[in-house]
């Protein structure tokens, strides 16, 4: 193929989701809202957690993670160059987010019935199997939150996590879960002897034990009875059109291999995102 032929065809697709982008947005009528006032200021305010390989901030400031490299990419496309983010305690993400202290949340956070009545989620991006961290040896013998609430285990998780639902509908008492601002936290009340597990997604805790000395600890994964999960980006319900542009443009990074480029470079396959199910994951549309 030609330099000339390549050109126009790369054109050509260029065009062709301008195209569609602009036809989703003024057929909606979106361009009213919050989008539209996202593209005049330049910016737009989004939500993280501090979760990598999912969502963190450095301590220079820079926003990295699978979910809001996805974010930044589709939000670009959609003519917004710029995001703000602020870290945010994930219990905290969905009353934020009606609050309107952001406008959409980019953290991993993990679809469910409940989340799915409160916010409007994209179509899925990031998924994953859950996993325990217990000391060496597994002397508990801990495969599943069942197995953490019939031993009376003391179990630790972050605030407002998938992994504190889990724990509670499994029969955890109350007593038994400890809330960890920050996965530094979490390991060391394990490690003092203050805790018998931690629930985490498993390619958080593969990224945490590549990067901390963690000899004493092991990882068991995936954690029993618990399905592969999947998050998605959130906004207001009545962000609907903003979330519906939002999936054109990100259905078409899954085609043209961009998707599947940015999760690759945080250790997550894109298969599972693309082939979930949002109405699945939520129990209904959405």
């Not at 443009?249 to 999760?263: C, I, K, P």
């Amino acid at each position: 193929m030609s330099d000339l032929i390549r050109r126009a065809s790369k054109f050509g697709r260029v065009l062709a989701l301008a195209v569609s982008t602009i036809l989703i947005l003024t057929g909606s009528g979106v361009q009213a809202g919050t989008l539209e006032d996202a593209i005049d200021r330049g910016y737009i305010e989004i939500a993280i957690g501090n979760a990598p390989p999912w969502a963190e901030m450095t301590a220079d400031g820079e926003v990295t993670g699978a979910a809001p490299d996805v974010t930044v990419a589709v939000l670009k496309r959609l003519g917004i160059p710029e995001v703000r983010a602020s870290v945010i305690d994930y219990g905290a993400m969905i009353p934020g987010l009606h609050a309107r202290r952001f406008d959409v949340v980019a953290a991993g956070l993990f679809m469910n019935p409940q989340r799915c009545e409160a916010v409007a989620f994209s179509i899925p991006d990031v998924c994953g199997t859950e996993a325990f961290a217990v000391p060496k040896g597994n002397p508990m013998n801990l495969m599943s939150f069942e197995d953490v609430a019939s031993s009376g285990a003391k179990i630790v998780v972050c605030g407002g996590c998938a992994e504190e639902k889990m724990a509670k509908e499994a029969g955890v008492s109350a007593n038994n879960i400890i809330i960890a601002p920050d996965e530094q936290s979490a390991v060391k009340l394990i490690s003092d002897g203050r805790a018998d597990v931690l629930a985490y997604p498993t390619i958080s805790l593969a990224s945490l034990f590549m990067k901390v000395d963690l000899g004493h600890l092991e990882i068991v994964s995936p954690v029993q009875g618990v399905p592969i999960g999947c998050a998605g980006a959130a906004f207001r319900k009545e962000d609907a059109d903003f979330r519906d542009a939002y999936d054109a443009v990100l259905r078409n990074m899954q085609t043209d291999g961009t998707f599947a480029e940015l999760l690759g470079k945080y250790g997550f396959d894109s298969t599972a995102a693309v082939e979930a199910s949002r109405e699945t994951l939520c129990g209904a549309a959405n």
